[in-house]
């Protein structure tokens, strides 16, 4: 079974402060990890997937397979960073026939002026 | 390009009636997928579509749930005897292909109430 644990529902930081948002997984096999950001009022969208090894607006993750993490950082949180954040973990299944992304339950990012 | 869109954006049903949630998927994407955002729960899987066939159900909370896809395009997810439960954000997303790797693009979801 796939799953994927975001242990803070809330985070909130002040503005040019470091942010980490965390993130675990459980995954039997070699997973594909992504960030989907939903702004407010606005759709879910993709921030970054570890396959591509990005930094997109500031943030970055490094999978680390020792300690099945995944965690997103910002040296320096801004407030339009406001937003929820979920993990995601795409893995095959079904002896390779199916796949699907399991998401964890998010963690609302609040950045104070 | 024109992204996902989603139809109603939102819809209030008594209990016990049927509603249908449509979905139009990027042009030419040919995976297609349903999930559920609930408050406290995050966002739940339900039914992908690989062209018009389903390959995994598994996520459908019960036989009540059911959706089909034509045309490898538009897909309809339909809830049957509706119960207050059922209320929640409906999601759907399309991607390019089936591929673990492939990026999801989102709709903006169809808030169902059930009264």
């Known amino acids: 079974a796939q799953r994927v644990t975001q242990p803070e529902k809330l985070l909130s930081v002040f503005k040019g402060a470091p942010v980490e948002l965390k993130c675990n997984y459980s995954y039997s096999g070699s997973p594909e990890l992504f960030w989907y950001v939903q702004y407010s009022r606005q759709r879910l969208q993709l921030l970054l997937r570890?396959?591509s090894r990005e930094s997109i607006k500031g943030f970055t993750a490094d999978l680390n397979k020792g300690e099945t993490s995944f965690h997103l950082k910002k040296p320096f949180a801004q407030e339009e960073d406001s937003a929820m954040y979920y993990c995601?973990?795409?893995?095959?299944?079904?002896?390779?026939?199916?796949?699907?992304?399991?998401f964890g339950k998010g963690t609302l990012l609040t950045v104070n002026p | 390009g024109a992204g996902v869109s989603q139809s109603p954006s939102n819809k209030v049903t008594e209990k016990g009636k049927d509603v249908e949630l449509r979905c139009d998927p990027i042009s030419g994407h040919t995976a297609l997928y349903w999930y559920r955002q609930s408050l406290g729960q995050g966002l739940e899987f339900l039914i992908y579509f690989q062209g018009n066939s389903a390959p995994d159900k598994s996520g459908l909370p019960s036989d009540r749930f059911s959706a089909e896809r034509t045309g490898g395009s538009v897909s309809t997810l339909t809830i049957q005897r509706t119960q207050q439960e059922d209320s929640a954000v409906y999601l759907c997303?399309?991607?390019?292909?089936?591929?673990?790797?492939?990026?999801?693009?989102f709709g903006p979801g169809t808030r169902l109430l059930v009264l």
């Open positions: 570890h396959i």
């Open positions: 995601a973990l795409s893995g095959m299944y079904s002896g390779g026939s199916n796949y699907k992304l399991t």
């Open positions: 997303a399309s991607s390019f292909r089936d591929r673990p790797q492939e990026t999801q693009y």
